[in-house]
T-cell receptor
Framework: DTGVSQNPRHKITKRGQNVTFRCDPI?????LYWYRQTLGQGPEFLTY????????KSRLLSDRFSAERPKGSFSTLEIQRTEQGDSAMYLC?????????????FGPGTRLTVL | AQSVTQPDIHITVSEGASLELRCNYS??????LFWYVQSPGQGLQLLLK??????LVQGIKGFEAEFKRSQSSFNLRKPSVHWSDAAEYFC?????????????FGDGTTLTVKP
């Protein structure tokens, strides 16, 4: 078990460019989550998948954001036409729901800086 | 709607001293409570969790937390702090049941350890 991995760890981009992040969950975990964390704040929920189905999206997830989880394995988060306000740490977590319990394990995050 | 309040933004303790980090939650049903720790530039590591049973739960790194339903609190404690405990600590509440698997986080408490 290698834990949740995220790539890249850091991304610097210019305003208006598109960026894509990848998350590889823990093997056999059926749920995958994306959170955003800005300086001085706790993580804020963006969206989550159960297998390949995207079950919930936060209103924080504007139409410039899209997430996919093809085949229920890794996931990608794409931000189009980046804005300076998108600068944040993007965290991925995975879990395996057992009954009604769901414990999320987090990856190291991708830090995005938009210039 | 669920919410988490961590009243202390920053706490400083001397190495070897005891520690208590406060967490208050608001949730309309049975809460599933977590404490995570985050080192600078890193993801979140799960310290402990509470769902039911004994209200005093033990976690990793010598941490424990006590659930008090009457006070809607889930405070984190450690009897003797080590310099390596300096980090940011997040309390979170997650849902029991439902398909809404997201967690809601507090804004964190930054712990500084004095030599």
């Amino acid at each position: 078990d290698t834990g949740v991995s995220q790539n890249p760890r850091h991304k610097i981009t210019k305003r208006g460019q598109n960026v894509t992040f990848r998350c590889d969950p823990i093997s056999e975990h059926n749920r995958l989550y994306w959170y955003r964390q800005t300086l001085g704040q706790g993580p804020e929920f963006l969206t989550y998948f159960q297998n390949e189905a995207q079950l919930e999206k936060s209103r924080l997830l504007s139409d410039r954001f899209s997430a996919e989880r093809p085949k229920g394995s890794f996931s990608t988060l794409e931000i189009q036409r980046t804005e300076q306000g998108d600068s944040a740490m993007y965290l991925c977590a995975s879990s395996f729901r057992q009954g009604n319990l769901d414990t999320q394990y987090f990856g190291p995050g991708t830090r995005l800086t938009v210039l | 709607a669920q919410s988490v309040t961590q009243p202390d933004i920053h706490i400083t303790v001397s190495e070897g001293a005891s520690l208590e980090l406060r967490c208050n939650y608001s949730y309309g049903a049975t809460p599933y409570l977590f404490w995570y720790v985050q080192s600078p530039g890193q993801g979140l590591q799960l310290l402990l969790k509470y769902f039911s049973g004994d209200t005093l739960v033990q976690g990793i790194k010598g941490f424990e937390a006590e659930f008090k339903r009457s006070q809607s609190s889930f405070n984190l404690r450690k009897p003797s702090v080590h310099w390596s405990d300096a980090a940011e600590y997040f309390c979170a509440v997650g849902p029991f049941d439902t398909n809404a698997g997201k967690s809601t986080f507090g804004d964190g408490t930054t712990l500084t350890v004095k030599p």
